[in-house]
């Protein structure tokens, strides 16, 4: 920091993540207080700060759930874990692969790629190729691969990544040394990669968090819910019913159903796990990486 | 001091035959994903000619009668079909400058901030919205613009005199809350991706330009921007397939599905949700996706051919 | 040597792709190794067959015990039809998404539900199979259970779905606070008409204050006409018969007429007067929720026997049911929620052998609508029968509260809080109802499904809205009746009087 100009500029980094930071955090933080508030207090005076009502209804109707919650947790963290874990070595792979710009067809390639983000067959026929020849459902496969594993997003990210943010000093003196590509990959490119690789690794480890379709569809049998599947399940419910499939027998069968606050608490569980982890992460958007060995 | 891109050997064409030995490797590396994006991607794709069949479950998805186009009529033949358009097209297009703007913005801020702590903790809580799902932020969106006991009528409009509006009945405010709400759910999300490049760029160019006596802002200006640019026209390739979808949570529980809104709220994936509730029919919600997936790759190839011919070596393909 | 580890590499990843892929079908193997050890002398010859049943559940309650209830069953129908059931617990979220992938899949699947307006969109896909041959062969307790009313489910004389015996008519009214209506001395047998209600209104309103919304919405995004019904809606409201379709067979846009337009006055009225809540078109609460807060008085209702208990249940007050409508009946009510056999169905005999039971069997019913007993629930000194002491709906493990869907729920006992004699009184309200000319009339939209998937559109942009009295109808009403006319409802009708007069002319 050596000049005025920089120090404003500083300041109003700080000035506007500060404001940016309060707008985000001020919401989630009414959302806590409502699952706090007695729900009566929530339907007749809307939300806020300052309910009139606390009460602790919301988590002691959500305890019921706790037993096959626990478990939920373990199979939640399992895909997530497992599935970021091999999306991101796939995913790293066929990125690097595609980078190479001579590679004799990359264009096809790429294309190949891109193509699948463009075009979808659908639901049911992807249900019927997972379960018919792969037998997937209600296992806890049905989890990690169906539609999750890959998608051409991260894969281009990645390419970028590889054509424009590592030198290409560093690749060809390693190849001049004679090492193996696979060689160069692993020892040379990827730790030189941990920025986008924690990026796509959030990227994809948050999509598998809270994915609940997977579930829904795959699953008919409660012993591979994941944490989203046990949660979402009351909301969808409840959007169900009021979409007016059920035509006037809604009013019954919602009235019957738990409340807001409860539907507060319900997302709030879902969220902080996530919020707990993600800073022990963030150490990898390593700043300023030296590239020491290289000489210009 | 010259910025090169990573680049294998160059190899000229008369190498070819000793290149693809040469390249084995590389495709070795490249065979899972491939295999994967096959048996995901590829093979359901003859769930496409759905959108032109009349489905019958005694003949089976191939033995269903073919109907032309008549699955996509609903789409055009609506007397709403321009405005589901107009608003799906206008929309998109504003989020992708703008999210754009702000994705980049808020990274080069971040990048800004020398505190290890102060950073992760703006980059933890800007992440939030992203976590939580349409269907909560609603909850609180009808907190703030509830006509009795909203939070803005109640507490923030009468402090400059304002009588309460009826935020759920009147369609002219909806593109600005809905386009305010989409970036604030993105932001943190998006500026991930570029503060990943912007952390990539070589520290040393940063130092010669100090050296040379130029300010933080103009280095932003001069290295930064530039430098992150091959990641924002990918980013910007990559979301145009996306021209005719709509995120459906924003546009359908947001405006608490009120009638009144429709003319800014509705787009094409709500049009098809709502008319599609009561009849169930998978050949016209097939035929929606397959006209979405039609725009969306005429734009993508579209604008590819465009980045080719400027910068070639950013285009997708 | 490096390339080997290369190829060796892409080699292990593609592998373990596939063979992850490929995981073991352990779920089948669960339920077929604990139904063999139950397995004891078959009655007929034969393997014993299995029967996929599968179960819809939209609401609050539990089904973590399915498995219980499903050995259960087994142990007793094994014996008396040689076969089994598997019980797959399907959200009604996505329970037609489901049914679906199911078939398209080959998915073993024999038993479905099929809502009221899916009914048509289904037979003419041939989702599900014609039930005559079956009904005749093994069907003797459904014939008689459900008689005259397999009309509803039925299309150019073959029954297709069987309805699940509920409140085949209805009678709308509003279900008002007892408390309230004693405080200001009014005795509801005065009520007889909703003009009546402006009066109430009025004087609550006062005595209550600003804050106070006597009349609120049933159930989020529905309106007042979905409970107070005076027409035929003809499955889809497209074209209606007037008057419940008792005496004539014209079929009119509901949303031109004069009883339309004078509702609605009547609602916008109230609206403005402050009668009705401010937020009513968007509203995410429904009755329960909102009469809890105290600042509510009535809603509208389907005034069936046994209402006013469920009504108190879910408030918390003691609720008087004033009905001011005759209890009608057609089709869309009777057809509302029924089962059918899937198209797939590797075993129709089986599962018609089933869905008797169902609708037949006292054991089979009060094991899929209560469970089991002094496990699930306990009978009560005076026949009625309730969670057992200290339990409720959110801590038993089976506690779905949907007996009306299960098949014959007029065999079952009580549950607390029931009159004894509610399901002779709901029997009494289905028979003597007045029938729609209508009744066993099936609308089939297929020649104009883009017209259906276009009104529908409009009908989410104006319905909550104008038939809550939430805005002005004499703007409203032109504007909805012009772009229904634009989306092509016109076409809808006229295709829907053809067949409608067709079906008449071969009833005679």
Request: charged fraction near 15%.
């Amino acid at each position: 920091m050596n000049s005025s100009s920089d120090k404003r500029l500083a300041a109003s980094s700080h000035i506007i993540l500060i404001i940016a930071s309060l707008s985000c955090l001020l919401p989630f933080v009414l959302l806590v207080i409502g699952s706090f508030t007695d729900n009566n207090t929530i339907v007749a005076q809307g939300y806020s700060f300052f309910p009139e009502k606390w009460s602790l209804d919301a988590y002691r109707y959500l305890a019921v759930l706790s037993a096959p919650l626990i478990r939920a947790y373990g199979i939640t963290i399992f895909t997530t874990v497992f599935g970021t874990a091999l999306s991101l070595i796939i995913t790293a792979l066929i990125g690097y692969g595609l980078s190479f710009p001579n590679l004799p067809g990359v264009k096809y390639l790429s294309f190949f790629v891109v193509f699948t983000m463009l075009f979808n067959g659908g639901l049911v026929p992807t249900y019927v190729i997972y379960t018919q020849i792969f037998h997937i459902k209600n296992t806890i496969w049905a989890q990690i691969f169906p539609g999750m594993l890959l998608n051409g997003f991260n894969i281009m990210l990645m390419r970028s990544y590889f054509q424009n943010s590592i030198p290409a000093s560093i690749t060809e003196s390693a190849r001049i040394d004679g090492a193996k590509d696979l060689h160069i990959f692993f020892r040379i490119v990827l730790p030189l990669s941990l920025p986008i690789l924690a990026t796509i690794g959030l990227l994809t480890g948050v999509m598998y968090w809270n994915n609940w379709t997977n579930g829904l569809y795959y699953l008919t049998k409660p012993d591979y819910y994941n944490m989203q599947n046990i949660l979402n399940n009351m909301l969808n419910d409840i959007r169900y019913l009021q979409s007016g499939a059920v035509g006037d027998y809604a009013g019954d069968l919602l009235s019957a159903l738990p409340a807001n606050s409860v539907r507060m608490a319900i997302a709030i569980i879902g969220v902080i796990p996530i919020l707990t982890v993600y800073p022990f992460f963030q150490r990898y958007f390593v700043k300023g990486i030296t590239i020491g060995a290289v000489k210009e | 001091m010259h910025m090169r891109k990573a680049a294998s050997i160059p190899a000229k064409p008369a190498k070819r035959k000793t290149s693809i030995k040469r390249f084995i490797p590389i495709y070795a590396m490249i065979l899972p994903g491939a295999v994967y994006l096959l048996i995901n991607n590829y093979l359901p794709m003859f769930g496409l000619v759905i959108a032109f069949k009349d489905i019958n479950f005694r003949k089976g998805i191939f033995g269903s009668e073919w109907v032309g186009l008549k699955n996509f009529e609903y789409l055009f033949t609506t007397s709403d079909a321009w405005i589901i358009t107009r608003n799906t097209l206008l929309y998109n297009i504003a989020f992708i400058i703008l999210g754009i703007i702000f994705g980049v913005t808020f990274a080069i801020l971040l990048n800004e901030i020398r505190q290890k702590i102060l950073l992760r903790t703006y980059q933890t809580i800007i992440l939030l919205p992203h976590l939580v799902s349409w269907v909560v932020i609603s909850y609180f969106t009808y907190a703030m613009l509830s006509v009795d006991t909203g939070m803005i009528n109640k507490s923030i409009l009468p402090l400059f005199g304002i009588e309460g509006i009826s935020w759920f009945t009147e369609p002219k405010y909806w593109p600005f809350i809905l386009t305010i709400m989409n970036i604030w759910k993105g932001f943190g999300f998006s500026c991930v991706v570029y503060f990943s490049s912007i952390v990539g760029i070589n520290k040393e160019y940063y130092e010669a330009a100090q050296l040379d006596g130029a300010s933080r802002l103009q280095q932003i200006f001069r290295i930064t921007i530039p430098m992150i640019k091959p990641t924002i026209i990918t980013l910007l390739l990559l979301n145009l397939g996306r021209t005719f979808y709509s995120d459906f949570g924003l546009f359908y529980q947001v405006p608490m599905n009120s009638g009144m809104l429709f003319s800014t709220t509705n787009v094409i994936d709500t049009y098809v949700f709502r008319s599609l509730m009561q009849i169930g029919n998978i050949g016209m919600s097939a035929a929606a996706g397959f006209y979405q997936s039609i725009v969306g790759f005429i734009m993508v190839i579209g604008a590819n051919l465009i980045v080719r011919k400027v910068s070639s070596e950013n285009a997708l393909f | 040597m490096k390339r080997f580890w290369t190829l060796l590499l892409a080699l292990v990843l593609t592998v373990s792709l596939l063979s992850g892929c490929s995981g073991s079908d352990s779920s089948s193997s669960d339920s077929s190794a604990v139904v063999s050890q139950q397995e004891s002398e078959p009655v007929d010859d034969g393997p014993v067959e299995e029967v996929v049943m599968a179960l819809f559940v939209a609401g609050a309650g539990n089904s973590s015990d399915v498995q219980m209830i499903e050995d259960a069953i087994n142990e007793i129908i094994v014996e008396k039809i040689n076969t089994r059931v598997k019980i797959e617990i399907i959200a009604g979220s996505n329970y037609s998404q489901q049914m679906t992938l199911m078939l398209t899949g080959g998915e073993p699947l024999d038993l479905m539900v099929v809502t009221g307006s899916e009914f048509p969109t289904y037979v003419g896909r041939e989702q599900i199979i014609g039930l005559n041959d079956l009904l005749d062969q093994y069907g003797a307790g459904i014939k008689e259970h459900v008689g005259d009313f397999l009309r509803a489910t039925s299309v150019d004389g073959e029954v297709y779905a069987v309805p699940t015996i509920r409140d085949y008519s209805r009678g709308g009214g509003l279900n008002i606070r007892k408390d309230l209506l004693d405080k200001y001395g009014i005795d509801p047998s005065t009520l007889e008409s909703l003009e009546d209600m402006t009066e109430v209104f009025q004087v609550v309103k006062e005595g209550e204050g600003a804050d106070f919304y006597p009349l609120v919405i049933a159930g989020a995004g529905t309106s007042f006409l979905d409970n107070y019904r005076t027409v035929d809606t003809l499955n889809d409201g497209n074209g209606v018969l007037l008057n419940g379709g008792y005496d004539n067979t014209d079929i009119v846009l509901y949303e031109e007429s004069e009883e339309y337009s004078n509702l609605l006055n009547l609602f916008w009225d109230w609206y403005q007067k402050g009668y009705i809540q401010k937020d009513i078109a968007t509203t995410t609460e429904s009755y329960g929720s909102i009469m809890r807060t105290g600042n509510a008085m009535c809603w509208f209702t389907n005034c069936k026997p046994g209402i006013q208990q469920v009504a108190e249940r879910n408030t918390g007050y003691e609720i008087e049911t004033v009905q001011f409508l005759d209890y009608f009946s057609f089709t869309g009510q009777v057809n509302s929620f029924s089962w059918a056999i899937a198209q797939n169905s590797s075993s129709p005999e089986a599962a018609m052998k089933f869905m008797n039971l169902m609708f037949s069997d006292v054991e089979v019913m009060t094991y899929l609508s209560y469970g089991l007993e002094d496990v699930h629930y306990v009978t009560q000194a005076d026949g009625h029968v309730g969670y057992p002491e200290g339990e409720d709906q959110t801590t038993i493990g089976w506690s779905l509260n949907t007996s009306w869907l299960m098949g014959n729920q007029f065999l079952l006992p009580n549950w607390e809080g029931e009159p004894l004699d509610l399901w002779d009184k709901q029997k009494a309200a289905n028979d003597n109802a007045r029938m729609s000319m209508a009744l066993g009339f099936v609308f089939d939209n297929s020649n104009v499904t883009t017209e259906v998937a276009a009104v529908q559109s409009v009908r989410d942009e104006y319905k909550r809205v104008v038939e809550n009295g939430a805005g002005d109808p004499a703007v409203l009403i032109p504007e909805y009746v012009a772009k229904l006319k634009a989306n092509g409802i016109e076409r809808i009708i006229s295709e829907k009087q053809s067949q409608l007069d067709a079906w008449i002319a071969n009833q005679n």
